[in-house]
C-alpha cells in the first residue's frame, strides 16, 4: 500500500506542477515562464518526487513506464495495474484541483484556455496532423525508457538517476509541447481530458495507446540489447524479479 499510495502522491505532484505551470504561468503577463518554463516544470516535478519517493515505490508515475520496465523485466505484473490506477488516480485529483484553482480568476476559460489537454490536428498547439502526434508520442516515451532503465541500473552513477530522468522529461517537453502539449503518460493526459471533457476525450486514445507502446518498446529492447539479470527491480526494492 505505501507503494501505491507514493505512486500517486508522485503522479499528483506531476500533473499538479507540470500542468500547473502550463495553466497558471505559461502566458502570464511579463513574466510568462513559457515553453522553456513549462517543460523544465515537468522536469522538476519527477525529479524531485523521485528523490523523494522513489525509494519507495520506484518513481514511476506513468502508466508507460510502469509497463515498460515490466516489460524490461524489472517489475512484477502482478503490481502493474495497481500502479497504473494509483497513478491514474493522483493524475485525475490534481486536475481537479487544477481547474478549482484556475476558477478563480475570471479570465479563465476552459474552452480557450483547456487545462494544459493533449491534443493532435485542430488542438495540437502546432495543429500537428494525428499520425505526426503519434510518431512523436511513441518516440519520446520509448526514448524515456531507454533513459530511465539505463540511469537506474546498477552500474550507473549512484544517486543520479533522478537527474537524468527529470531532464530527459525537460528535454521530451522542449520538443514535442508544439506537438502534442506532450503526454508521453497517460496518467498525466487522463486528468486534464476528463475535465476539459469533448474533443480531449476523444482524442484521449492516442495518448494512452502511443505512450504504452512506446513504453513496452523501450522496455523490451533495452532488455534485450542491454541484458542483465543482476539488474535490481524498479520497484523501490533492491530483489531481483524473476
Known amino acids: 500500500m505505501s507503494r501505491l499510495v507514493a505512486e500517486f502522491i508522485g503522479t499528483f505532484w506531476l500533473v499538479f506542477g507540470g500542468a500547473g505551470s502550463a495553466v497558471f504561468a505559461a502566458a502570464f503577463p511579463e513574466v510568462g515562464i513559457g515553453l522553456l518554463g513549462v517543460s523544465l516544470a515537468f522536469g522538476l516535478a519527477v525529479m524531485t518526487m523521485a528523490y523523494s519517493v522513489g525509494h519507495i515505490s520506484g518513481s514511476h508515475f506513468n502508466p508507460a513506464v510502469t509497463l515498460g520496465v515490466w516489460a524490461g ?109 506532450t503526454s508521453v503518460n497517460p496518467a498525466r493526459s487522463t486528468g486534464p481530458a476528463l475535465i476539459v471533457g469533448g474533443w480531449a476525450v476523444q482524442q484521449l486514445w492516442m495518448f494512452w495507446l502511443a505512450p504504452l507502446l512506446g513504453g513496452l518498446l523501450g522496455g523490451m529492447a533495452y532488455r534485450s540489447m542491454f541484458k542483465d539479470d543482476s539488474a535490481p527491480d524498479i520497484t523501490g526494492e533492491t530483489q531481483p524479479v524473476t
Open 73 to 181: 523485466g524489472r517489475f512484477p505484473a502482478r503490481d502493474v495495474l495497481p500502479y497504473i490506477l494509483a497513478q491514474v488516480a493522483g493524475g485525475i485529483l490534481a486536475a481537479l484541483l487544477l481547474y478549482g484553482i484556475a476558477r478563480g480568476t475570471p479570465s479563465f476559460d476552459l474552452a480557450t484556455d483547456g487545462l494544459a489537454a493533449n491534443g493532435y490536428g485542430q488542438h495540437s498547439p502546432g495543429r500537428y496532423s494525428l499520425m505526426a502526434g503519434f510518431v512523436v508520442e511513441l518516440v519520446l516515451t520509448f526514448m524515456f525508457l531507454i533513459i530511465i532503465m539505463g540511469a537506474t541500473h546498477r552500474k550507473a552513477p549512484a544517486g543520479f538517476a533522478p537527474i537524468a530522468i527529470g531532464l530527459a522529461l525537460t528535454l521530451i517537453h522542449l520538443i514535442s509541447i508544439p506537438i502534442t502539449n
